[in-house]
Nanobody
Framework: QVQLVESGGGLVQAGGSLRLSCAMT????????MAWFRQASGKEREFVAA????????EYADSVKGRFAISRDNAKNTVYLQMNSLKPEDTAVYYC??????????????????WGQGTQVTVSS
């Protein structure tokens, strides 16, 4: 059974940076497209960024374009989310997701195969 473990969340001031990590265990990491989602209190979970199996294709939500960067290291079975110029509205629980299908991991949230437990990111104003 694939497991995803996120780390790197925390409290940061507006304008600051954080890097989230998500490590996959018990799976063939390079066979999965990966994504990050977030869920703010009282809101639905929303797409943030995705990356394909080899890292050659990425996609971002409009709200984070130019500020966030997704990357992966297949040798370390880890996907990253570098978050710069953070805003209070970026405050949320951030979830890592994995699916063999790149289209599903980007667009069909209810069919994504695996989820991490989430890590809290809080941006103070």
């Amino acid at each position: 059974q694939v497991q995803l473990v996120e780390s790197g969340g925390g409290l940061v001031q507006a304008g600051g940076s954080l890097r989230l990590s998500c490590a996959m265990t018990r799976g063939t990491f390079s066979s999965y497209a990966m994504a990050w989602f977030r869920q703010a209190s009282g809101k639905e979970r929303e797409f943030v960024a995705a990356i394909d199996w080899g890292g050659s294709s990425t996609e971002y939500a409009d709200s984070v374009k130019g500020r966030f960067a997704i990357s992966r290291d297949n040798a370390k079975n880890t996907v990253y989310l570098q978050m710069n110029s953070l805003k209070p509205e970026d405050t949320a629980v951030y979830y890592c997701a994995a699916d063999p299908n790149y289209r599903i991991v980007r667009t069909i949230i209810d069919r994504i195969a695996y989820w991490g437990q989430g890590t809290q990111v809080t941006v103070s104003s």
